[in-house]
């Protein structure tokens, strides 16, 4: 019975499991379904095990039972979407949206909303196809300036983030955009990618008993009871965070460092955190405004070298901030080593250290600092994979 | 092994407004015997859903509250070496001490199975703990049996609880656990449920305060930035303190004014932001 449906299910990308449709026939057989609404609820509870798939089990339950069209093509949610974005975009800088459309500010200003979209729609509909690298279509990395990662500065962004694809393509795959890992990272995430990074060291007092040692100490002991006490199982794993705050450069990735920040501050015990501007010259700060309590780098020798290290920053900057003794940013900050040399420094008291870069990871050939950073420092993208992938690094050379 | 299903349906209980949809969810998954997961955002009432599952039809609640240090077989059963020990030096008590069974003590999970009546089983906050306890206690839960290995004994399930699990993971829990599962996805009430449920708690509300209520507390959900949106749970709060507070009346609610924002805003961050933005509103 319904084994239509249960197919349509899974070509719409719902992960049904045999097991799981054989349960439903088995509710099915115990008389549990008496009308519709039952079979609904009863599919879904016994078929769906995520709630992202709610929205389309609905879709599929109407098209096999209600005979509801199922849109085969996404074009008008596309075109929704597209047109949803669009007009955010213009309620966010209505000059920038002028220029993307190549109309005057007072021209957009006089469109109505719909008339703006039909604009927007009747240029879409100019284009046949794919269109990247010209000059007039919506496409990407064009001077278009309505597309995505167009030079133009006032390039209006379509649908995702996605390179490469047009505009419209990216839109397309709506369905995944909830759930995608490009998403920002939340406190919870970082946990569970944070969790493994534990060193469990007893700590405390000693209030666990020990039942091995303790029968082995009885019996030693000619069967007098000798009870043996261990210490608790505590993490005690030392954190140096290091902070690029500085500049406009980080200001996108606000958010995310803040999460990760926040998430750090009540997650580890021993938790260092020192802030810096683009890259480590002879000192960092305790404090944000980099300004009252400075700490010089020859200082870090006297930390413990198991501590880990980790820094956060774009890595993204001149080749001579990096590479000149000195190339500090600010005048009459005089340097008597490059940066590169501090970076050298602290990365050979600390075995155990990883740069978390906040820039997708397809962006760093781009920069040459970030090259010659990596050389030092494992660099490891700031997302959930990224992340997971950093506290294996600084697991591993235990 | 397993008793007969019981005829008896779940209909809500006293304090707990029931949803049909989720009423036949859990009459299904208590007909073919599978652990129900629920999800939802927290104060939506998961862990409520046992208790009122237990209240009404009668069964004793077991609650297992998980924590991420948990081993499995804490769940199950400890041997107390330490008194066996104890009785073996001094052998002043009752216990045999060449009978290791009566060193086991029955964790939740093994309590619910050795109970002369069918109980309901809560697991709450299931992705606390890793991914091997979970699917290592799912597999237990499927046998419906586990082994002690101290006295090479099989424990069986005399009945088959109601098991619920509740979650609050962003992310999945692993296939093969869900597998093993109903699922169902808790959605935020909506202004009528709300009602409701404010009617069950406080019976002796007035309209004109319920209403100002509810209209004060879903704008204040729409309030950007807000990491923990409050839930069912810190508005029935909400409206406890309000009732509390002799001074207060009706007309302050609908002049914009919004007291004990600290009963719906658990976190510093979200306090101020709400704060802020109740001003600005008002």
Not at chain 1, 300 to 327: C, I, N, Q, W
Not at chain 1, 352 to 380: C, V
Not at chain 2, 20 to 30: H, K, T
């Amino acid at each position: 019975m319904f084994v239509e449906f249960f197919y349509t299910l899974r070509k719409r990308g719902i992960p049904v499991s045999p097991t799981s449709f054989l349960r439903l026939q088995k509710a099915l057989s115990l008389g549990l379904v008496a009308g519709i609404d039952d079979f609904y609820t009863a599919a879904r509870c016994i078929l769906v095990k995520s709630e992202r798939y709610f929205d389309l089990y609905d879709q599929t339950f109407a098209h096999c039972f209600r005979g509801a069209a199922l849109a085969e093509d996404f074009s008008e949610v596309e075109l929704a979407d597209a047109v949803r974005s669009l007009l955010e975009e213009w309620l966010k800088s209505p000059e920038e949206l002028a220029a993307a459309l190549g109309l005057s500010k007072e021209a957009v200003g006089q469109m109505t909303p719909e008339e703006l979209v039909r604009y927007f729609l009747d240029r879409l509909k100019d284009q046949d196809g794919a269109h990247h690298g010209g000059s007039r279509w919506i496409g990407t990395k064009g001077t278009s300036p309505v597309g995505h990662s167009g030079h133009h500065p006032g390039g209006m962004r379509v649908g995702g983030a996605s390179r490469g694809k047009s505009a419209i393509k990216v839109a397309m795959e709506r369905r995944y955009r909830d759930y995608t890992q490009q998403g920002p990272l939340t406190e919870v995430q970082m946990g569970e990618a944070l969790k493994r990074l534990r060193r469990m060291v007893p700590s405390g007092p000693k209030d666990v008993v020990n039942v091995d040692k303790t029968v082995y100490e009885t019996i030693r002991n000619g069967g007098e009871i000798e009870i043996v006490f261990d210490r608790h199982l505590a993490d005690r794993l030392k954190v140096i965070l290091m902070i690029d705050n500085g500049g406009w450069s980080m200001d996108p990735y606000i958010d995310l460092v803040q999460t990760l920040f926040n998430y750090a501050r009540s997650q580890f015990k021993d938790l260092t955190i020192y802030y810096f501007h683009n890259t480590v010259y002879s000192r960092v700060w305790l404090d944000p405004t980099r300004h009252h309590k400075p700490e010089l780098i020859e200082e870090f020798v006297r930390k413990d070298p198991e501590t880990r290290l980790v820094f956060v920053g774009d890595a993204s900057m001149a080749p001579y901030e990096l590479m000149h003794a000195d190339g500090a940013l600010y005048v009459g900050q005089r340097e008597m080593q490059a940066s590169i040399d501090r970076l050298m420094f602290l990365a050979g008291i600390f075995r155990h250290s990883a740069w978390l870069n906040p820039q997708p990871e397809s962006d760093w050939t781009g920069t040459w600092s970030i090259g010659r950073i990596r050389e030092i420092f494992p660099m490891f993208e700031l997302s959930l994979d990224g992340l997971e992938k950093a506290v294996q690094h600084l697991r591993s050379r235990n | 092994m397993t008793s007969e299903i019981k005829p008896l349906p779940f209909r809500g209980a006293a304090k707990y407004v029931l949803d049909e949809e989720l009423a036949r969810i859990v009459n299904i998954s208590m007909a073919l015997e599978m652990p129900l997961l629920l999800k939802g955002e927290p104060g939506t009432g998961k862990t409520m859903l046992a208790h009122a599952i237990a209240e009404s039809l009668k069964m004793p609640l077991i609650v297992l509250n998980v924590k991420s240090s948990m081993k499995l077989v804490d769940a199950l059963y400890q041997y107390d070496t330490l008194t066996r020990l104890n009785d073996s030096r001094f052998g002043d008590s009752k216990r045999d001490v060449s009978n290791i069974e009566e060193y086991i003590r029955m964790g939740r999970i093994g309590q619910a199975f050795v109970s002369e009546v069918r109980t309901v089983l809560l697991i709450d906050e299931i992705d606390k703990a890793d991914t091997d306890f979970q699917d290592d206690m799912l597999d237990v839960l499927d046998q419906m049996q586990f082994d002690i290995i101290e006295i090479d004994k099989t424990m069986a399930a005399r009945h088959r609880p109601v098991i619920v699990i509740t979650s609050n993971a962003k992310k999945d829990l692993s296939d093969p656990f869900l597998g093993r599962c109903n699922f169902h996805h808790i959605a935020f009430p909506d202004t009528d449920m709300m009602r409701r449920i404010i009617g069950v708690h406080f019976p002796d509300l007035s309209k004109d305060l319920a209403d100002a209520c509810l209209a004060v507390f879903y704008r204040l959900r729409e309030f950007r930035g807000i990491e923990k949106k409050p839930a069912t749970r810190e508005l029935l709060n909400w409206i406890r303190a309000l009732r509390a507070d002799p001074d207060f009346n009706a007309r302050t609610l609908s002049s914009g004014t919004v007291p004990y924002l600290g009963v719906l805003f658990k976190k510093s961050g979200d306090l101020s932001l709400a704060a802020q933005q109740a001003c600005r509103g008002r």
